[in-house]
């Protein structure tokens, strides 16, 4: 079953808007939620993570929200622009470093 | 350093074929795992290792076999392709306590 669900599957943005993903996990164990960008050809890179005992992380445009009692955080990414385009990732890692994706939205920036 | 290197970059197999796929990380890094990419689907955990001689199974490890007699090196074994098995494989490493894994770029695999 899949323990982190992801959305939306695509997006699509305009120059300077505001990206927002969204995630939403089942597993209690997880104690580290990152967020991984891909791009075409490539693996996946670690772009920003948080861990459950903060409601908020911000490194540059990009800012984790968390909401431990609802299970939900989100990504959002401010002034988006068009090299933001890629493919993200949510996931959930337990202690033991098992880490598990969600299905991953297509993020596209118009210029 | 170079990183997380997977070997080869593209792969085409005829089903009951066996294969190797080669991942090596320079990193010193205890942990080390293999996913599969599937469209829609993210990435699946297939196996992975915290270290040296030991080995687990993530959600999806039919059909594959792990090693881990190196700190460096844990290749994925492919014991009879099946077309289900077309994906692209990525392997990952982290040292102990770290955040984030460090992912290779991946190994296209095509079962016909």
């Known amino acids: 079953q899949q323990q982190v669900k992801q959305s939306p599957q695509s997006l699509i943005v305009q120059k300077g808007g505001i990206s927002i993903i969204n995630c939403a996990y089942e597993n209690t164990a997880f104690d580290y939620f990152p967020w991984y960008q891909q791009f075409p050809g490539k693996g996946p890179a670690l772009l920003i993570a948080?861990?459950?005992?903060?409601s908020e992380k911000k490194e540059g445009r990009f800012t984790i929200s968390f909401n431990k009692s609802a299970k939900q955080f989100s990504l959002h990414i401010m002034d988006s622009q068009p090299g933001d385009s890629a493919t993200y990732f949510c996931?959930?890692?337990?202690?033991?470093?098992?880490?598990?994706f969600g299905e991953g939205t297509q993020l596209t920036v118009n210029p | 350093n170079a990183g997380v290197t997977q070997t080869p970059k593209f792969q085409v197999l005829k089903t009951g074929q066996s294969m190797t796929l080669q991942c090596a990380q320079d990193m010193n890094h205890e942990y080390m795992s293999w996913y599969r990419q599937d469209p829609g689907m993210g990435l699946r955990l297939i196996h992975y290792s915290v270290g040296a001689g030991i080995t687990d199974q993530g959600e999806v490890p039919n059909g594959y076999n792990v090693s881990r007699s190196t700190t460096e090196d844990f290749p994925l074994r492919l014991l009879s392709a099946a077309p289900s098995q077309t994906s692209v494989y990525f392997c990952?490493?982290?040292?102990?306590?770290?955040?984030?894994?460090?992912f290779g770029s991946g190994t296209r695999l095509t079962v016909v």
């Open positions: 948080i861990r459950p005992d903060v």
């Open positions: 990952a490493s982290r040292v102990t306590g770290g955040s984030g894994y460090t």
């Open positions: 996931a959930g890692e337990t202690s033991g470093s098992r880490l598990t």
